[in-house]
């Protein structure tokens, strides 16, 4: 009893007090990889994703935790949380992790994060340093956390994304065959398919509108040619009544004689 006590009077902060980046091209690639995460699992009720969020791996202690830059969670549901308390997640670990290095990050720091997913059950860490355009990897086996030998083509074993490192930049592909794109091009990519969705409404409005006109002008057309053919059996009528032959009444209409007999 005395311990349930002392637990919950225990605070887990919902933040460290450190910034989430140091720079524009680190901020770039967190918010790159965390977007298109989200996009990637967007339908799938069960997969947690998120960035900068701190992690408690257990129950009692808010000392031991980690804030990744991105991590993803199979197995629990989406929505908001101040922070990812394991206890309160089924016991489940984030399975994925990615760290972007900044000119800031000490190795010491590093090496301190590596442990920690290390210990805690991470199956698949990815760290990126963007100046220098270098990914490293590690994948869990068993209960050893071994380097990935070559990451370039490495397709996750759980996310399903893949990793093409050029002379210039890294690229990483949805499962799909689709790039990983900035939220910038992700912006730009929703507004002229919104274009291209409105210009093709409009077109079809106006197929639509010459359709009913083309319609509309074929009845009128077709009421006229009815009324016409009236007229001119009425006036052939009338014409036999004053005794006319058919070749007079042909002749005096206009008409063929095949229409008169």
Known sequence: MVQELQRSKIVYPDS??????????????????KENLELLFADDPNVFVAGDLLWYPMEGDNRTRRA???????????????????????????????????????????????????????????????????????????????VI??????????????????????????????LFLSYVELGKLAETAKAEAETAKAEAETAQAEAKTSKAEAETAKAELEQLKQAQQGAIAHLRTLGLTPEQIAQTLSLPLEDVT
Request: aromatic fraction near 14%; glycine fraction near 8%; charged fraction near 25%.
């Open 16 to 33: 460290d007090g450190l910034p989430m980046s140091d720079n524009t091209l680190q901020f770039h690639w967190i918010v790159t990889i």
């Open 68 to 146: 990744p830059d991105v991590m993803v969670a199979l197995g629990r549901p989406k929505g908001y949380r101040g922070s990812y308390k394991q206890w309160e997640e089924g016991a489940i670990a984030p399975q994925v992790v990615f760290e972007i290095l900044s000119p800031g990050n000490r190795l010491g720091e590093m090496a301190k994060k590596w442990e920690f997913y290390h210990q805690f059950g991470v199956s698949e860490y990815y760290l990126y340093d963007p100046d220098h355009n270098d990914l490293t990897g590690w994948q869990r086996h068993e209960e050893a956390f071994t």
């Open 149 to 178: 030998p070559e990451l370039n083509g490495w397709e996750s074993p759980l996310l399903k994304i893949r990793f093409e490192i050029t002379s210039e930049t890294l690229h990483i592909y949805k499962p799909n065959g689709d």
